[in-house]
């Protein structure tokens, strides 16, 4: 299955919330309440969408996949994006860091506990710059360029997923 066929049936089963921004959600709940991420997430789906999810299984898949990417030591790991132009996948990596941001407020989750804290507040603090930034097609920019910068964005916020990840499963081992 391509990954914008599964992009597309998550679109059908988040009705009111975008499948990146749902995935980035999904992530603090992993790193904040590991052995309940699954339970408090659709919870938390289903209030912010009005109760509008339409199948369990799709997202638990998206739970499994995303936990065992997260887990694997290739670093595998890729936010959930579609395939279309830059714009559109700049945008959904922009609703990714913010289901991010709100997860993780919603979540409480203390990164000054973390080892890795000033590298984890600097990567939150771009984050949370990267998803205020407007980003629109012009004719004179060279989308070659454009995609150049996307792709070293996304393996930053790729990077910085997997940091504050790990610092937290450490944390929780150590406590």
Known sequence: MSDEILYSEYEDVLVGINPSEAQGMLISYICAE????????????SRITNDGIKEGDLLVALYKDTVQAL????F???PLLPEADVYQRIKALQQFAEGLIYGIGINHLKLENLTVENDAYEFMNDLIEFTHTTFEAEDEVNDEETEQDFEEILEFVRMGILLIYHETLNQGKRE
Do not use: M, Q, R, V
């Open 71 to 74: 887990n694997d030591l290739d």
């Open 34 to 45: 590991p052995n309940e991420a699954i339970l408090l997430w659709i919870k938390e789906l």
């Open 76 to 78: 595998t790991f890729s």
